[in-house]
């Protein structure tokens, strides 16, 4: 998951929220892990000022799916990156289409021991 560009890792509800309003786009999107279930990932995607949630899981054979509409077929894919291509179309059962990515800018700046991370997350946690 450290390879996909918009995977934000443990940061919090609020702080991705944050992130996708500061985009302020409709179908911007990130991915970040699950605060209640261990193992699960979050697709969170802004639209029309709101923040929805789809969880992401890996199956025990390998395979990537998105819990999405009630009545929409599940999909299973090979990585998450087919995952985050397919949900760029419309109809695919989420709100609107993966359009913006909202790309983790920490995992690219981070520099070992600065603690850029941890001071980066804190202001995205504590800002109104």
């Known amino acids: 998951m450290d390879t996909v560009p918009v995977y934000h890792g443990p940061i919090t509800r609020e ?10 786009t409709d179908g911007s999107y990130l991915l970040r892990d699950s605060e209640s279930i ?10 029309q000022g709101y ?21 929409v077929h599940r999909r299973l894919f090979r990585k998450v990156h087919n995952l985050i291509l397919a949900f760029q ?14 790309v983790n800018c920490v995992k690219a700046n981070y520099s070992p021991g600065t603690g850029a991370v941890e001071e980066t997350l804190a202001a995205a946690e504590e800002s109104p």
Do not use: D, M
């Open 38 to 47: 261990p193992g699960v990932y979050c697709l969170c995607v802004l639209y």
């Open 89 to 102: 179309k419309p109809n695919q059962g989420i709100v609107t289409p993966l359009q913006n990515p909202v």
């Open 15 to 24: 702080a991705g929220e944050k992130l996708l309003l500061a985009a302020g």
């Open 51 to 71: 923040v929805y949630t789809y969880r992401v899981s890996q199956t025990e054979t390998g395979s990537w799916s998105a819990e999405t509409a009630p009545g």
